[in-house]
């Protein structure tokens, strides 16, 4: 059996809610976009999770659960609220994956690079495709067996990696495999997140970002596929096309 568990997440539909939850040193990007972007950030998120969900939704023979109700032993992918796994995801662990604690893929993004430093690193990998990836472990690209004192390797990606390219290393397998998207949208914290460059972000820089999202989703079928994302591709373009300046 293999678990679905969504990370812990904003309650984006409750605008109250939304604000008690996010972490203080978030509420200036949103409050950027809020005051710059005709639909507010907590609805666009909401939305953003609606098609994660619809994704999630079509995944065949897996559970989607809580952390408490996954039994110690089980195999376990994590998730954000906003990325996406491929249908068969399950068979694709169910051939790839034997005996290890765990397992990683390689990893899938659409969207925008965050900063000229990633551009280069994009049309890097284009160009020399063994160029290895920033992180062992992005949002969704890995599975473990829920054993006690691993949530926090499930939990956050940055430690997962840690542990996959260090003590772990002689307990995980490197499948081939793509079996899931990282949807970086306009609304990813990887999006807002202040550079070296520029600083905090601000309007004209989110109206910039804003352009080239929709520009992305106009011309992203140049990108190699995979072809199961397709529809939420285009859904996250509609979407993304209701955006306009206030």
């Excluded at 473990?144 to 260090?166: V, Y």
């Excluded at 990813?188 to 804003?210: C, F, H, M, N, V």
Aim: glycine letters at 4%.
């Amino acid at each position: 059996m293999i678990y679905v568990w969504i990370r812990d997440t904003v309650d984006w539909s409750d605008e109250e809610a939304f604000w008690a939850q996010v972490p203080d040193r978030f509420k200036p990007r949103v409050e950027v976009w809020n005051a710059t972007i005709n639909m507010p950030f907590h609805v666009f998120r909401q939305r953003v999770r609606e098609i994660a969900t619809l994704n999630h939704s079509r995944v065949r023979d897996v559970v989607q659960a809580e952390w408490d109700e996954i039994p110690v032993g089980s195999r376990v992918v994590p998730v954000d609220d906003d990325d996406w796994f491929a249908p068969d995801l399950a068979d694709g662990l169910a051939q790839n994956w034997g005996e290890e604690t765990g397992v990683s893929w390689p990893p899938t993004w659409r969207g925008v690079p965050a900063d000229i430093g990633h551009y280069l690193y994009v049309i890097r990998r284009t160009v020399l495709p063994f160029t290895p990836p920033h992180w062992t472990c992005e949002s969704n690209n890995y599975a473990l067996i829920k054993r006690a004192g691993n949530r926090l390797l499930l939990e956050k990606h940055g430690e997962a990696t840690d542990w996959f390219d260090g003590p772990g290393q002689d307990e995980v397998a490197r499948i081939r495999p793509r079996l899931s998207v990282y949807n970086r949208h306009l609304a990813s914290q990887t999006s807002l997140r202040p550079t070296k460059y520029s600083g905090e972000i601000d309007s004209a820089r989110l109206l910039r970002r804003l352009r080239r999202h929709k520009r992305y989703y106009r011309r992203w079928r140049v990108q190699p596929e995979p072809r199961w994302a397709r529809p939420y591709i285009e859904l996250m373009g509609e979407l993304t096309d209701r955006l306009e300046p206030r």
